[in-house]
Each structure stands twice: as C-alpha cells, then as structure tokens.
C-alpha cells in the first residue's frame, strides 16, 4: 500500500541534508561546546554556524536567538519568562482563544499565580478583531501573544499590524510562528516582534530542538536554570547535532519560499477544490485567502473525524482530525470551537497537512477515496438519515 | 491503538441500518463526546430476531454497536439485558482507556431499545 | 596526534548501538507519537519500549518516567515543579552546596519568589552531615535535594540514608543522578528516592535527551505546558530519536556495570597512583573510596587549573578545569570551594573523567606528559619560586 | 578560543624568570580571579634593557605577561609607560571577553615595576 503523508502540521521528515549535517555530531565531534579543549572548540564553533542560519531566517542577530527543545518550551519560556521577570509589578497578559495549548495552557497556569489575563474572542474565519486588541489593552500590560500561523486551521494573523500595536503601547510582542516557519516568509523586523517561537520538526529539522527569538534588550527570566549556556537565559547542554540540524533546515526554509510553496499550495488548492466539488455539506474552516499555503482543515456534516481518519489510515494516509480523544497533537478542537462552527461540524474537522514530499498523485488519491469513505459513515449516521427523511 | 477486532466491525460494520416497522427503538447519547447510537429491534417470542443500529461517532463507537449487534442477535431480551458495555468491550479485546467512557454505549442504547419495546408491550 | 578523551563527565560519545537504533526515527519513522494514523503508531511503541528500558535501568515503572531534554531541565522541573505543586502553602526546601547549578540555580530563584531555603556545608571529603540534615528538617519542609554523585570530585552521597530520612518525615526526595548513571547502581527503591534526574549525553545517549523519575503519587507542575504528552507532566512533541538512543543507552548502562566499570576504576586508580607518585605537593578531591569510579579530581600546588588544562590540550587529551572562567560545565568551583579547600588548590584543580574508551594507554601517556607540564607552570610561578626560596 | 598569537606565547613564554638585582620589581594581582605576574626590570639611562617575570594564572594571563616583555624590552621607561593593557591584547590577536578583565594585567604589573624603579631613583 501506498503511504501518503499528509500530517506535516503535525511533524516532517527530517530532510536528507539536515541528517547528513548532523550525523558527524554524535560519534565525532562528540564534545560539550561548553569545553575549552579540543572536543568542544569545533562544536561550538558549530553550534555558533547554526545559530547564525536560524537568525537570518527570522532576520535576526545571531545572540538574539536561544536554542530550545521545542515549541513548547519556546512558548513557555516566552510566557512565564516574560512574567517572571516583571514579577515587581502588576502584570496582564494578553493572547487569542486560538493559540496552541502551550500558549494557552501557560497562561491559565499563569493566571492562578495572580496574573491578569485576557483571551480575545476570534471571528468565524479564526481572525482576531484588532480594535477589540487595543481596547484590551492596560496600564499593566506586559505582552500581547499570538501566533503567527494556526496550526489548526492555518488561518495567518495580521502579525505585522499587533506587532505595531505593540509597539505603539511599548508592550512586548510574542508570537507563535511553529507554524510559519517555511511556509510564510517570517521577518521579526518587518512584525515587529520581541519574542517569536519555532520548533524544528515542523520544518525538516529534527525533533527536540526549538528556539525562542529574544529581541536585544528584552529581559527574559530562564525556565531552565543551571550553567551559563544561551547567555544565562537557558541551562543545559546544548544538542548539538539537533542545533546543527537546526541550521541547516532554516536555511532550506528560505530557499523552500520560493522553490516549494507555490507548488505545495497550488496542490492544496486542488484538494479543497476537488473535496467541495464532490462531496456535498462541507466546511471550509480557517480564512480562505490568509491562510497558511499547505494546511487544509475541512468539516464533513453528520459524521466524526476520528472515523473518517481511520478509514483514510487504512487506504494509506496520514490526516489529522480535531476530534480523536486521543490525539494530543491535535485535541478536542478549541479552535473550530473558538470561531462559532457548530459542534457537530467542529467534531467532523479533518486536516490536511501538506509537505514538501506532497505530490499531485497523491492528491488525487485522495479525492479518489474521500467520497466514498464520507458516503459510507453518513449512511451509518442517524443524524444523515433523519435530515434525509426531513 | 485499536485491537484487530474493532479494526474489523469498524471496517465492516454488521448490521447497520434501520427497521422501518421495528418493536422497538431505543438510542443513547454521550455527555462527554457527542457519540450516538439508535438501535431498532424485531422481537419474536422474547428473541431479538432482527438488530440494526446508526451511530455518528469514533471508530470505536461503529465497532462497539457492530459487535453488541452480533452478540444479542437470536438472544433472548433476558440475555440481552444481562449485556453490559464491558462485555462488549471484551468483546472486541478491549477498548484504548480514553474510550471506555465516551463510545463504550451500545448496551446501553440496547437497553433502551428493549425497554422502548417492553413499555409498548 | 592521537586524540585522548578524559573528560566523561562533561559529555560523551554516543555509542555505536545508541546512534543505529535511532536512525530509522528521522526520515522513515519520522511520526508524531502522538498521531493515531500509520506514521504515529509504530513510533508511539518505540517511545513505550524506550520508556520501559530506561525504568528498567532505574528499577522503576515505566510511567514513572517523564522524558526532559536535559539533565538540567529534569532538575529545574524537580525543584521549580514541586513547589509550584505546593503553592497553597509554606515551603522550605534542603540541599547541598555542591549540586549541580541547575539545582543551586533553581533553588535561588526559587528564594526570591519567598521560598525558604536551607544549603547545607560539606566537609572537606564533600560529604554531607546526616545529623546536619535532620536538624535542617522543619514541618514545611516539602523537599530534599542530595545529588547522587559529584560531577566535580565524584564523591557518591549516602543516598539510601537520605531517602529514608525524608521517607521518615514524609518529605520528598530528589536525587540528581546524573553523573551515577552507568557507574554506581542505581535504584530508586533502595534509595527511597522520589524525583531523580538523568541526562542521556552522560552515559552515550544523544544531547538534547534526559529524563525524570516521579514515584506514582509525586504531584508535579509541568515547567513546559502545552499538549497531554507525558502524562501532563511535560509538554511538547517527544524527541523520539533521542528517546530512542536514551533507551538503549539505558540497557547498555546496566550491562556496564559489571563488564566496564571495574576496568575504569583500575585505571582510574592508576591514574591517580601515578599522579601522587610522580608529582609533589598533589591534593585529591573528594572522598577516597565513595567516589563515582571513573572520575578523579585532582590540585596541584602553586598553578592555575586552566593553564595546565591547555598544555595537556595542545598534546591531545581532554580533560576539564574547575578555574577555567569560560568553560561553562564546570564553572568557578563552588564545590571545591565548599569543602574548605585553599582558594589556590582549588584553583588548581582538575578533573579526568574516563570512559568506555579509556586504555592504559592513555593513561600511561599522561602519566607521562603530566610531571613536565606541571614543573614548567611552576617554574613560572611566583608562589613556588617564593616557597622554595623559603 | 585563543589565537595562535595567544597559544604561541603560553606555549613557548619570553622572558620567564627572575632578575635576582633588579633595578625594579612590580607586580600585579587580579582581584577578581586571583591571577597574579610579578615583573623585574633591568633598566639602563632610561631604557629597559632586561626585563623578567613570573605568572600564576590562566593561559591568557602567561600569554599577555609574556606579549608585554617582547613589547618593552629596549623601549624607554616612557614608552613602558604608555603601553596598555588593551595594546597587550591587541598584539595578541586579542582575548577572549571574559579574559579582558581577570587575566589581561601585564601592563599594569609593568608600570609598578616601573614606579618602584622610580620610586627608589
Ligand atoms: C550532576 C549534574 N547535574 C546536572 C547536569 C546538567 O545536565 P545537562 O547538561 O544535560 O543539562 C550535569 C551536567 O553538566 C551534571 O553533571
Ligand atoms: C502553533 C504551534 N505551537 C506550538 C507547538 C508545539 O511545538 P512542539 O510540539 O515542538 O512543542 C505546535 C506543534 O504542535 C504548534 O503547531
């Protein structure tokens, strides 16, 4: 059977050349970069290569830019960093119903700690309203957070507009661009942003290894105490060969914007076009134009997601669906939720997470098994059988 | 994740559909997910002689209806009703844990179909 | 020149074994252990054999592992996650002042946000006091920190000792095991521990890959939020090669312990017979016999640590420094210093840390090298020439 | 981490030793890492003809000792004066940042020696 990857909002494959850089970092040149002698000179001198690749990519300076092990961590040190180091003064924080759960997540955590929060309500294309944005903001805001590209529905955020908010009110901005990355050109000068998350392996470097954009002057306190690594803002030894793979990746995505997105979203385009051809009672969620180029996120009236995933695992691919309890990766879906789409559409919200390794077979295979894996479960479903009768 | 059996009554559901002149109809809902399940019997003698059921959920929710349907069908309602939602489970050499709670309902939907046909009575 | 790598304790190769099995995680089985389709499945099973090899190591149950990406996240999670646990009360934390930074670090910042806290001294073999300790205990004490052994000196704690003594006030107990993993045994019944931290790049495992253990009933605050993973105790998608790599490592550890480390304790021993034979004026430290055996650390007079550091360098071998100003992992030595050694002697201190790889050769070599390096730096040195004058 | 200038002069240190009539003797010590170079002058109608030094301290702290004796010898008592420790650096190849400040006192250990020459005049 023919496998056919369409999870890459989920994770990527590590890239050919990320690995082959990579691989001397194991059993080589072993060293801690931390050493001065021979076995971390040349490590560090590496670590160092990889950091300037990632701060082009953002458009950054090199000591801008902390390694982490993942968007996670990248978002909750941007969080709980930020409020942390503001802890004299009062503090309120500002994100969308929208972001991931480690955005989220930190922020209900930081809210039982005494820290004001507000979550902007997002409209039914997943936008946030940016006259509600500055109307929420107070004396004692600290930081506005909110992501970049969703990874849901890959609705984009006008971040280049918050980020002048931001800047208006000299409130740090934080944005979420684990998405972004590779997919949408990210310049941290033009959205003016202080604080921007990326990870990875959702873009062909490996798993475990993230990191957070920390504009010059903007104090952060580490999540991760211990030695001096990452100029006192994150402990622990670095990993290296995944840093390594780091750089190399970023320097892909660049060159990937020109070279592989157009394609990737013409293939996009004709999925969704072909799915609301054939299959009746659709859903496109997320924005139709503002949108991440390789992420589909559809819904299917009358049935549920998981079961439509598990028969297109069957016949071979890889999706994702906003209702499998038991997919962490994706959740029960706040997002759908977030933008008013009735319950049983959200529940039925599948996504499609193309790649680079995406071609237009396989999306014709697709639109090949849908209809009738979607006929099927509708004909099991009493909520189709009773529109049907009236 | 799902055992080969699930994979299988999910695959290829038994039983699915209605029975337009059924004796009894009985559905169930889960508070936590959203699954639902109708079951529609034909009773005969105290015997479930025909089954046939819709569900609108997970995998796990289809395979669970489509086994508790094979189970009780040429049953009598006594055995039927003896059916619980772990039996059924069993059935299908268990359920992954986050699902026994939100899609494990097709007892209970049985239950409620038979009950629907007791009331009649 | 050949190539001599003394330095163990700071990092070290990835094992052949190790770096195989996590290969088919990067491109082939790239998914999302969190995915329910094909391409997260198989992966999910790899993490859960991983997890199984590293309880194993430890004699512990499998979903008392929580995967971290490094040995100072796994203490930062410790210390910062269980007094975020106990936030409703009082909280007085005890450690000792030779723990690692990540552990001294997180519990200072952890004194600014108003938790008490107790360090207590060493003597001069780097031992603690166990009487000290229970006088230390008071009833909002909520957690012991004692490493399990030295990354300086190797001196091991009595570690059973302090488990029961916190298993006797009903305290927790947090070990920071990451130097003694693959060169003591290590058990978390018999030590009664509660919280221990590992770090993979110790013991051959990848950078970028560590671990806690949490006793079943241990209430912990994630430091990382975000999605399920983990069991809620540690956001963020899973490192699978290097959970991978750290499960092998694991079992290659245990089988070390009978089959490697009494031939690196000989040449360990060796070693250090050969240094105090050949070289006046010479202070080893840390305890004598309760050392972690692949490590000594050694002062000689009248000389500055990272000079002699640099002569072994330029002759090949790698070893570690505790005065050298830049060399991160190992730092200005607060543990040296803690034990009441001369501000000089400690100055001069310097550690080899031996490996699987380590060969009589190499320490036959610098057996030899050592005694001209060490009589030329204190030919330069106003306080020996000052000495010898009178 | 250091240059080859740096390596060069730890390596193979100019000047190491003692002048046991030294017209002038200095030294230095760094408050913040305990480096400490003691400096003996041979000087002659203004001129340093012989200079000597002994160092406890790091690779740059031997390096810049070693650097600054090259630097001065047969140069005025005047041109000593002027030299700093950032001219030591330079000619270096310069040092490592957190070594600018702890190891880096070679030219401050000379001008002692200079002061006590003249101290004595
Ligand atoms: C005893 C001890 N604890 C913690 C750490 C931190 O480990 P890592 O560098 O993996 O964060 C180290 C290593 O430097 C160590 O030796
Ligand atoms: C938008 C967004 N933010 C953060 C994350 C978290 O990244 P990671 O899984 O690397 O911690 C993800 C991925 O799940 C994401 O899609």
Same mark, same amino acid.
């Given at each position: 059977m023919?496998r056919i990857?369409?999870d890459?909002?989920a994770?990527?494959? &590590?890239?050919?050349? %990320?690995? !082959? =850089?990579?691989?001397?970092?194991? $059993?080589?040149?072993?060293?801690? #970069?931390?050493? /001065?002698?021979?076995?971390?000179?040349? &490590?560090?001198?590496? %670590?160092? !290569? =990889?950091?300037?690749?990632?701060? $082009?990519?953002?458009?950054?300076? #090199?000591?801008? /830019?902390?390694?982490?092990?993942?968007?996670?961590?990248?978002?909750?040190?941007?969080?709980?960093?930020?409020?942390?180091?503001?802890?004299?003064?009062?503090?309120?924080? /500002?994100?969308?119903?929208?972001?991931?759960?480690?955005?989220?997540?930190?922020?209900?955590?930081?809210?039982?700690?005494?820290?004001?929060?507000?979550?902007?309500?997002?409209?039914?294309?997943?936008?946030?309203?940016?006259?509600?944005?500055?109307?929420?903001?107070?004396?004692?805001?600290?930081?506005?957070?909110?992501?970049?590209?969703?990874?849901?529905?890959?609705?984009?955020?006008?971040?280049?507009?918050?980020?002048?908010?931001?800047?208006?009110?000299?409130?740090?901005?934080?944005?979420?661009?684990?998405?972004?990355?590779?997919?949408?050109?990210?310049?941290?000068?033009?959205?003016?942003?202080?604080?921007?998350?990326?990870?990875?392996?959702?873009?062909?470097?490996?798993?475990?290894?993230?990191?957070?954009?920390?504009?010059?002057?903007?104090?952060?306190?580490?999540?991760?105490?211990?030695?001096?690594?990452?100029?006192?803002?994150?402990?622990?030894?670095?990993?290296?060969?995944?840093?390594?793979?780091?750089?190399?990746?970023?320097?892909?995505?660049?060159?990937?914007?020109?070279?592989?997105?157009?394609?990737?979203?013409?293939?996009?385009?004709?999925?969704?076009?072909?799915?609301?051809?054939?299959?009746?009672?659709?859903?496109?969620?997320?924005?139709?134009?503002?949108?991440?180029?390789?992420?589909?996120?559809?819904?299917f009236?009358y049935i549920e997601g998981e079961a439509i995933l598990l028969f297109l695992d069957m016949q071979g691919v890889a999706a994702s669906s906003g209702s499998a309890c038991m997919s962490d990766s994706f959740g029960n879906?706040?997002?759908?939720?977030?933008?008013?789409?009735?319950?049983?559409?959200?529940n039925s919200s599948i996504?499609?997470?193309?790649?680079?390794?995406?071609?237009?077979?396989?999306?014709?295979?697709?639109?090949?098994i849908l209809?009738p894996i979607i006929k099927k479960l509708r004909d099991m479903s009493p909520f189709y059988?009773?529109?049907?009768?009236? | 994740m799902y055992s080969d059996k699930v994979i299988d009554h999910f695959t290829n559901p038994r039983n699915v559909g209605?029975?337009?002149?059924?004796?009894?109809?009985g559905e169930k809902v889960s508070a936590s997910c959203g699954d639902r399940m109708k079951i529609f019997?034909?009773?005969?003698?105290?015997?479930i002689?025909?089954i046939k059921f819709q569900t609108y959920g997970c995998g796990a929710a289809i395979a669970s209806s489509s086994m508790m349907s094979e189970l009780v069908v040429g049953k009598?309602?006594?055995q039927a009703?003896a059916l619980t939602n772990d039996d059924v489970a069993a059935a299908l050499d268990g359920l992954p844990a986050p699902k026994m709670h939100c899609s494990n309902l097709a007892a209970d939907a049985l239950h409620e179909a038979?009950?629907?046909?007791?009331?009649?009575?």
């Open positions: 023919k990857y369409l890459n909002n994770t990527t494959a &590590v890239r050919t050349e %990320v690995l !082959e =850089a990579m691989l001397p970092f194991y $059993r080589e040149q072993f060293g801690n #970069p931390s050493s /001065i002698h021979w076995a971390g000179r040349s &490590v560090s001198e590496a %670590v160092e !290569e =990889a950091r300037e690749r990632v701060a $082009r990519l953002l458009n950054a300076r #090199p000591e801008e /830019i902390v390694f982490t092990s993942c968007g996670s961590e990248s978002n909750s040190l941007a969080l709980r960093g930020s409020v942390d180091f503001f802890e004299a003064r009062d503090r309120h924080v /500002i994100t969308t119903a929208v972001e991931h759960p480690a955005v989220l997540n930190s922020v209900r955590f930081l809210e039982k700690q005494g820290v004001a929060v507000t979550v902007l309500p997002v409209d039914g294309d997943g936008l946030v309203d940016l006259e509600q944005l500055e109307v929420a903001i107070r004396p004692d805001t600290i930081l506005i957070s909110a992501m970049w590209g969703n990874n849901e529905t890959g609705t984009l955020f006008p971040v280049a507009e918050i980020g002048a908010i931001a800047r208006r009110h000299k409130i740090r901005f934080h944005t979420d661009a684990v998405q972004a990355i590779g997919r949408v050109p990210v310049d941290v000068q033009a959205a003016e942003v202080d604080l921007l998350s990326l990870s990875g392996h959702k873009f062909g470097a490996p798993k475990g290894v993230g990191a957070l954009y920390v504009r010059k002057g903007t104090g952060l306190t580490p999540l991760i105490h211990g030695g001096h690594q990452e100029r006192g803002r994150r402990a622990g030894t670095l990993n290296v060969p995944g840093i390594v793979g780091l750089g190399v990746a970023s320097e892909l995505a660049t060159a990937d914007l020109d070279r592989q997105v157009p394609r990737i979203r013409a293939l996009r385009d004709r999925l969704e076009a072909g799915i609301l051809s054939r299959i009746s009672e659709v859903r496109v969620n997320g924005h139709r134009q503002q949108r991440l180029p390789n992420t589909l996120n559809v819904s009236a879906s706040h997002v759908i939720d977030a933008m008013g789409v009735d319950p049983m559409m959200a996504r499609f997470g193309l790649g680079p390794d995406t071609d237009e077979e396989d999306i014709d295979f697709v639109l090949e209809p059988s009773e529109k049907a009768a009236g | 209605v029975i337009a002149d059924a004796d009894g109809v019997l034909k009773v005969s003698d105290g015997v002689e025909d009598t309602l006594e009703l038979i009950k629907n046909y007791q009331d009649k009575g």
